[in-house]
Every structure is written in C-alpha cells, then in structure tokens.
C-alpha cells in the first residue's frame, strides 16, 4: 500500500498496475485478511483480499513486478507460494 491508501485502493490499483484489468472500488469485495506469523518466510506479511466479478473476458497484460498474467482454471493451478492456496480456496467459496 502507497502511504495514505486503504487496503482496498490499494487492491484495484495493484490489479490495475500487475495485470492492466481496471475495476472500481466498488466492484472489489473483500475475502478475508491473512496475517499468520510464519506465513511468507520472507518476513512479516498482512495480505487482505479481494474478489472482483468482470462483465466479461479481459485478457490480462502483465505490467508492474510481473513477468507474466494470465487465467487459470481453479482445477489446473500450478504450484502456489507460501498460503495462496489456501487464499484462492477462500475466494471460490465467496
């Protein structure tokens, strides 16, 4: 998060920046916050996530940090780092 931005500006931007997909704030929902010691060994991590519901298929562009984007299948995800997956099942439940 840039000083001064909530979680959730935060979030649309970051989309916005890694994938080139726009949404508004007001199409994010939140999924939960995840803040277990230990869960990135990198360091201390508070991840808040969201969820956000496209009209229609946007490919995404890799921008930002990203070397790459693209959609998954649920059922064909490669191996996630640290608790992602464990996110992503969070997320399909919403």
Known sequence: MDT???????AARELEEETGITVSTADLRQVAAYDAPGRDPRGRYVSVTYTATLPSFVPPMAGGDATAAR???LDALPHLAFDHAEILADAATR
């Open 4 to 10: 001064g931005e909530t979680s959730l500006a935060a």
């Open 71 to 73: 959609w998954w299948p």
